[in-house]
Nanobody, 124 residues
């Protein structure tokens, strides 16, 4: 059974940093994990994705240069390190996952089947 559990959200001032964590279980191979966010009154936006094993990563334009997605040494945790946060980064952040044929199919703009409950990030 697939489970995704996010943690690490909170409130931070503009220009600050925050690191989100996602505990991933139920997947073994060919897994694409990503972070999505949803700002108040807006749709969901994929910001970063990582392909398990190879560590291939991709980012949305809004995340490039400020956010880093990575896989923990235990291989079951995915992190989103966020720097230079802006008020427009405020929203609920979701960890999502699905199978992917290879790294080329692991991008934050694709659809994902499995979603966590999310963690709130507020930048003021």
């Amino acid at each position: 059974q697939v489970q995704l559990v996010e943690s690490g959200g909170g409130s931070v001032q503009a220009g600050g940093s925050l690191k989100l964590s996602c505990a991933v279980s139920g997947f073994i191979f060919s897994t694409c994990v990503a972070w999505f966010r949803q700002a108040p009154g807006k749709g969901r936006e994929g910001v970063a994705a990582i392909y398990f094993g190879l560590g291939h990563t991709t980012y949305s334009d809004s995340a490039k240069g400020r956010f880093t997605i990575s896989q923990g040494d235990d291989k079951n945790t995915v992190y989103l390190q966020m720097h230079s946060l802006k008020p427009e980064d405020t929203g609920r952040y979701y960890c999502v996952a699905d199978h992917a044929l290879n790294g080329a199919y692991c991008v934050p703009s694709r659809s994902f089947t499995h979603w966590g409950q999310g963690t709130q990030v507020t930048v003021s």
